[in-house]
């Protein structure tokens, strides 16, 4: 159980156009679910955290523009990367927690690798 | 503010031998705590988790850890490493109180060597 759906797994755009990821709960319904951004080598960079039917709520630094979120269902997430450079590649995951609150652990999907050419 | 700290990039354990992977915390009130796994290109796999109780909690693969309040310190490990346990390991934390981010800290790459 607790499956965290997320795709495309890898895209490859060129610089100025726009990426949609996808993040579904196949089988529980995720209240929260949190955008993040990894770096070779590096740790997890949260961006934002989204709550169904409200506004996401940004990290500092993270352009709310630029990285447009919509987390319209409790089972549906998307994150938008508008107007991509380079610099934007990176690999994105999403990750979702169910109704059990802080305590609950965190699903994951299997992240994205946008490549910006 | 919550952190995580992770003190070891990598860790190197010969295959058969027990494996640690420290993990130190920092929260505003009680800590739930968790361990996550990942493989290369992959998103991260729950392992285990600490909410309260016991202080030694037991997880996927044959991995546990030890809560140790005093010295605020959640450390994984195995008894027998495997090859197979390679991979990139994260801790991280949220707390009791209304704050609902989940802090991870920077990872730890776990190579097991033949």
């Known amino acids: 159980g607790a499956v965290v759906s997320q795709h495309p797994s890898r895209v490859i755009c060129k610089s100025g156009t726009s990426v949609k990821i996808e993040c579904r709960s196949l089988?529980?319904?995720?209240?929260?679910m949190f955008w993040y951004r990894q770096f070779p080598k590096q740790s997890l960079m949260l961006m934002a955290t989204s709550n169904e039917g409200s506004k996401a709520t940004y990290e500092q630094g993270v352009e709310k523009d630029k990285f447009l979120i919509n987390h319209a269902s409790l089972t549906l997430s998307t994150l938008t990367v508008t107007s991509a450079h380079p610099e934007d590649s990176s690999f994105y995951i999403c990750s979702a927690r169910g109704r059990g609150g802080n305590n609950s652990p965190l699903h994951f999907g299997n992240g994205t690798r946008l490549t910006v050419t | 503010a919550q952190s995580v700290a992770q003190p070891e990039d990598q860790v190197n354990v010969a295959e058969g031998n027990p494996l640690t992977v420290k993990c130190t915390y920092s929260v505003s009130g009680n800590p739930y705590l968790f361990w996550y796994v990942q493989y290369p290109n992959r998103g991260l796999q729950f392992l285990l988790k600490?909410?309260?109780?016991?202080?030694l909690v037991k997880g996927s693969y044959g991995f546990e850890a030890e809560f140790n309040k005093s010295q605020t310190s959640f450390h994984l490990k195995k008894p027998s490493a495997l090859v197979s346990d390679s991979a990139l390991y994260f801790c991280?934390?949220?707390?009791?109180?209304?704050?609902?981010?989940?802090?991870f800290g920077t990872g730890t790459k776990l190579q097991v060597i033949p």
């Open positions: 089988d529980f319904q995720a209240t929260t």
């Open positions: 600490y909410i309260t109780g016991d202080n």
């Open positions: 991280a934390a949220s707390s009791s109180g209304g704050y609902q981010k989940v802090t």
